[in-house]
């Protein structure tokens, strides 16, 4: 199927070392023949066999799966108006104070609540001083 010299062709030699055949192949579904890029046998490879090595090229696609595509939904902040003193001062008050009361939560708590605990303030605390763009 592709174009390759003989020798880059045959995978298996008889003891002798006259005889060529190719006899070794890549078995592969019609969904996905147009992903294989090439394929051929290598000589040097030392596998203590009478078989060549062979290896096949693949072109992989990756689709984005829903949840991928969901995670684009989120709210945007302004983050220009931190640039601002007094946008900056109340933001980082109202961090500091959401993160005090965080941390008298019990450490046996599970880490994804916890993970999601502190984006929560984050985001409640954006709102407040207005920093969204929304």
Known sequence: M???RNIHKYTWTSPDDKTHNQI???LIGMRWHSSV?????FRGADCDTDHC?????????????KQAA???????FNLRKLNEP??????????????????NVNDDEDVNRTWENIKEN??????????CTN
């Open 2 to 4: 592709f174009p390759h």
């Open 24 to 26: 070794d192949h890549v």
């Open 37 to 41: 890029l090439d394929v051929r046998s």
């Open 53 to 65: 090595l062979m290896i096949a090229k693949v072109r992989e696609r990756l689709a984005v799966g």
């Open 70 to 76: 969901q995670r684009f939904d989120r709210q945007k």
């Open 86 to 103: 007094e946008v900056r001062e109340e933001y980082q008050i109202e961090i500091t104070n959401r993160f005090s009361a965080l941390e």
């Open 122 to 131: 984050i985001q409640t605390s954006a709102k407040r001083v207005w920093v």
